[in-house]
T-cell receptor
Framework: ETGVTQSPTHLIKTRGQQVTLRCSSQ?????VSWYQQALGQGPQFIFQ???????GRGNFPPRFSGLQFPNYSSELNVNALELDDSALYLC????????????FGQGTRLTVV | AQTVTQSQPEMSVQEAETVTLSCTYD???????LFWYKQPPSRQMILVIR??????QNATENRFSVNFQKAAKSFSLKISDSQLGDTAMYFC????????????FGGGTRLMVKP
C-alpha cells in the first residue's frame, strides 16, 4: 500500500507566475483535499475533491484551482502568484465515508520571490 | 463556521514525564470529530488520536489520551512517559460528520521533550 506522495518537494517561483502542485493519493482513496500552511501556523483548508468534482472549498480566491483525475490523483494550480502564497502545501487523501482517516503527504514548500 | 484555538504556542517537558496540551473549539453542530495531529520536522501530518463527539468515553492510544469536555468545548491531549521522539508540532483539528477531509486546524503547539 503506497502512501500519499506530493511533487515537487520544494519550488521557487516569481510573483505573478503560475504554479502546479501534484498529489498522488493513497491506493484506493477517492477523496483528496489540499491545505495551505503558512510558516508557524496551522493548515488552512483550500478545497476538496471527490470523484473528480470539487465538493468543498475554504476561503481562498478563484486563482486557487484544482483537478482530480480518474485515478484520484490531484493537482493544485495557483495563478498570479503573490508573496503571501509562500507556504507549505499539504495534500490529504481518504476513502469517502464515516470514520475514515485522512492520510497526509509530506507537502510542497512553495517560495514566491 | 468552526474555530479551533490552541492557547499554548510552545511547551517543554522532561523525558519520561507527563504533559498536557490544551485545545478549545467552537461549533453550533452536535455531530463531529476531534483529532490531534503530530507534525515532526519531516512535515508529514501524523494522526495521534481521534474522538467522536457522540462518545462520552475519552479516547486513548497507548501513551496518548484525551480529556474531552463537550459542554465546555474543550479537547486536551495528555502525553504520558514523554519520549524524545514526541518532539514536534501538535495540532488540534475538528471536522463535521460526513465532511470528508475538510478539517479545521488550530494554530499548533510546539512541544520540546528534553533529555
Amino acid at each position: 500500500e503506497t502512501g500519499v506522495t506530493q511533487s515537487p518537494t520544494h519550488l521557487i517561483k516569481t510573483r505573478g507566475q503560475q504554479v502546479t502542485l501534484r498529489c498522488s493519493s493513497q491506493s484506493g482513496h477517492n477523496t483528496v483535499s489540499w491545505y495551505q500552511q503558512a510558516l508557524g501556523q496551522g493548515p488552512q483548508f483550500i478545497f476538496q475533491y471527490y470523484r473528480e468534482e470539487e465538493n468543498g472549498r475554504g476561503n481562498f480566491p478563484p486563482r486557487f484551482s484544482g483537478l482530480q483525475f480518474p485515478n484520484y490523483s490531484s493537482e493544485l494550480n495557483v495563478n498570479a502568484l503573490e508573496l503571501d502564497d509562500s507556504a507549505l502545501y499539504l495534500c490529504a487523501s481518504s476513502l469517502a465515508g464515516v470514520n475514515t482517516e485522512a492520510f497526509f503527504g509530506q507537502g510542497t514548500r512553495l517560495t514566491v520571490v | 463556521a468552526q474555530t479551533v484555538t490552541q492557547s499554548q504556542p510552545e511547551m517543554s517537558v522532561q523525558e519520561a514525564e507527563t504533559v498536557t496540551l490544551s485545545c478549545t473549539y467552537d461549533t453550533s453542530e452536535s455531530n463531529y470529530y476531534l483529532f490531534w495531529y503530530k507534525q515532526p520536522p519531516s512535515r508529514q501530518m501524523i494522526l495521534v488520536i481521534r474522538q467522536e463527539a457522540y462518545k462520552q468515553q475519552n479516547a486513548t492510544e497507548n501513551r496518548f489520551s484525551v480529556n474531552f469536555q463537550k459542554a465546555a468545548k474543550s479537547f486536551s491531549l495528555k502525553i504520558s512517559d514523554s519520549q524524545l521522539g514526541d518532539t514536534a508540532m501538535y495540532f488540534c483539528a475538528f471536522i463535521l460528520h460526513n465532511a470528508g477531509n475538510m478539517l479545521t486546524f488550530g494554530g499548533g503547539t510546539r512541544l520540546m521533550v528534553k533529555p
